[in-house]
C-alpha cells in the first residue's frame, strides 16, 4: 500500500489515463477520439471504488481530557481536524462492513445516524483501526460504495509503553544528541524522545516498503514551527491482520543547533511547550501537546509559567543602554535572550510566555536615594547623630547607644517622613563575618526617587563610632561593584541600590537588569535567591559579556535557574563536572554538548521551591489551550 489520502486498486486507471493522456498530446483526432473517450468513460465507472485513508482519532483536541471519540457532541476544534463530507451533503450512508470502525458526525457535533441524510459540514470520524466498507446512495437512485481505511497513528517512549494521546505529553529534549538504536522493537533511556507508530490493515498480502510518516510540530498559537519526513520499519508485537510500524525515536529540541547534530539529524524538530507534535500519514493526522516532562520526582510537570521584568540600565542618564546600541535595539536584544532563557526551560515545562511582547524597560541609573545603617558588620550604635541632605532639606537622626542597625533605620526614617518625604525601611540578610544584618532607608520625594548626599563634601554622614552609615549611589562607568562569598546573600551597597530602586515589591516576579558590565571583570552574571531571606531576592544581573555569550553558556537561563531553583550553588561545586548541564559552573561551549542540559531532579527542584504550591511561588499554573491551527 502507499501513501495517500485516496488509493485505487485495479488497472482500469492506468488504461484510461494513457489512453486520455495520448488524447491530450494530439496523437489521435476524429472519430477515433470519440471511441476512446467512450472507452475511457466505460474503464473509469468499471474502477473499484476509492480508498479513503481517515485516522482513528484519539487524540483530545478540546482538552476535556477524553478521547474525541468518546465525545459526543463533538466540539468544534475536534471537528476542524476531520476528514470532511461536504460533497456528499444531501445523501447518505448505509454501512456494509466496519459501520462500528467510523462514525459521521454533523455540524452541531451529534452524531448522525446510518441512512440519515448528510447536512452540510458533516465529517468523518475514525473510531478503530480497519477497513470500513459504506453505501453511499444519493436520492435514491445513485448507488456507490466509499471504502475508508482507518489507520491508528501514535506515540510510544523507550520503554514500549504506548502514550495515551488525551491524557499524556511530549516533552522538550534534556539530554545530548546520541546514535537511534538500531532496531525500532529496541528500548532506549532517552526518556523525551518518542518513536511515531502507525498501525494499519493487513490486507494489501504485502508490508510496506520505503514508507514515511509526517511528523510537524506546532507552536502555542498554531503556527507550524518545525516538519519531517521520517521513514518507518515494521515493529512488534501487533495484532492479528494488522501491519505495525514505527520511526526511529524522535527529538523535539529548542533550536537548529540541537536540531541538526549529525548524530540526530532527521529525526529531530524544534518544538515549544504549549504546542503539539502532529503525524501524519497521507491526509490522516493525530497529535500531542507539549508540556513537561511526563514523569518526575513531583510527578507530571504541566506548563508552568514565570513573570519576568527586564530592565536595560543605561551607563548614565541620557547615555547609551548596556547592549543593543540603542533603545529599540535593547528592547531586540533583551527579547532574544529571554527567548533563549524560555527555551531552555521549556525542557522543565517551564515559558516566560509570548517573549516577543514582554515589556523591556531601558533606564537611567537611580540617583542616591538610599541610605544603609551599618553596612559592614551591622554592629550597634555607640550613640551619635546622622546628617544629610535629601532633596535640599536638612534631615538629622540620632543613633542611641546600644541601638541595632534596624533601630537606628526607623529613627532615620522618621525624621524623613516628619520633613515631608516618604521612607521604607528595608532589612539585609547578616553578611558571613557580621554581627547583624544591615537595614537601608529608601527615601521617595512624591513618586520620584529623592536624592540624598552629605552636607558638604568634608561632612561625615555621621559621626556614631561603631555604625556605618553610608549612602548608596550608583556609578556604572567603572563597572557594577559586586558581592564576594561573604556578603553575597545581601549583596554590594551599589547592587542593593540599583535594584531596590525597581522592585515592584510582588515576590512573584523575576527582575532582571543588563549593565554595561561588573567590576573586576571576573563574572559575567549573578543572582540574588529566596533562600537567603534578604530584601534582594528574585533578582537576576547580567552585563553585555553575558549576553555576547549567548549560547556558549547560557548565562541567562543559568542565573534564572539558582533563582527558579532557590541554589546558590552548581551540581560540579560539590559533584562530578558534567559540561552538557545548564547549571554547570564552568561550562562553554556553543555546540548541542555544551551547557544547556536539565536533569529530572532539577526540574523537580524548581517545582518545588518555585512552583504553585511552593512558599513564595514564583511559577504559575498555565493550562493548556485547543489549538486553533494556522
Known sequence: MGLGRIKREGKAELRAGVLLGELRAGVLLGAAVVAIVSLAARDVRAMPPEIIQVAVDHDDDDLDGHIDTDDSPLAAVARAQLESLESLAGGSFHP??????????????????????????S???????????????RKKVNVEQRVFEVVALGFRDGALHDLDLSKERASLERLPPDRAPTSADARYKDFDALRATLMMKDDSGAPLGNEFIGVESISATGATIDRLDVSV??????????????????????????????????????????????????????????????????????????????????????????????????VLAVR??????????????????????????VVDPPPSYLISFGDDLGLPASGGTVHVRIDGKNISSLTTAGSSPLGAARAFAEASRKAGFSAAVSPNARVLPGAGG????????????????????????????????????????????HFGDMDSMSGTLEERTLVKAFDDGDPSTIEVMFVPAFGGGDRIGESFIQNDMSSVRDIVLLDRAGVRARRMSSTLAHEIGHVLMN??????DYGLDTPTLLMDSDGADAAAFGPRRLTLDECARAVREAGPNSRVPLLTAWPLTPLKLR
Open 96 to 121: 456494509i462492513s466496519g459501520g462500528d470502525l467510523v462514525r459521521v458526525v454533523g455540524p452541531d457535533g451529534k452524531v448522525v445516524g446510518w441512512d440519515s441524510v448528510l447536512p452540510r459540514g
Open 336 to 361: 532574544s535572550e529571554l527567548a533563549l532563557a524560555s527555551a531552555a526551560w521549556g525542557q522543565c515545562g517551564i515559558t516566560f510566555g509570548k517573549t516577543d511582547a514582554i515589556d523591556v524597560k
Open 233 to 330: 520499519e515494521r515493529t512488534t508485537p501487533c495484532p492479528d491482520t494488522f501491519l505495525c510500524y514505527a520511526t526511529p525515536p524522535l527529538r523535539f529540541v529548542v533550536d537548529d543547533v540541537d536540531r541538526t547534530h549529525p548524530l540526530a539529524l532527521g529525526r529531530s524538530l524544534r518544538a515549544e511547550v504549549g504546542g503539539a507534535i502532529k503525524l501524519r500519514y497521507g491526509f490522516s493526522s493525530q497529535m500531542i501537546r507539549v508540556e513537561g516532562p511526563r514523569a518526575s520526582p513531583v510527578g507530571p510537570i504541566p506548563r508552568l509559567r514565570a513573570t519576568v521584568r527586564p530592565f536595560v540600565l543605561r551607563v548614565a542618564p541620557k547615555a547609551g543602554p548596556a547592549v543593543g546600541g540603542t533603545d529599540a535595539g535593547a
Open 123 to 137: 465529517i468523518l470520524q475514525g473510531i478503530s483501526p480497519g477497513r470500513a466498507t459504506l453505501q453511499f446512495i
Open 438 to 481: 544591615s537595614v537601608d532607608v529608601l527615601v521617595h520625594n512624591g513618586g520620584s526617587l529623592a536624592h540624598i548626599e552629605p552636607l558638604t563634601a568634608k561632612t561625615a554622614v555621621t559621626d556614631d563610632s561603631t555604625m556605618v552609615v553610608r549612602i548608596g549611589s550608583v556609578d556604572l562607568s567603572d563597572g557594577l561593584f
Open 567 to 572: 541554589a546558590p550553588g552548581h551540581p560540579d
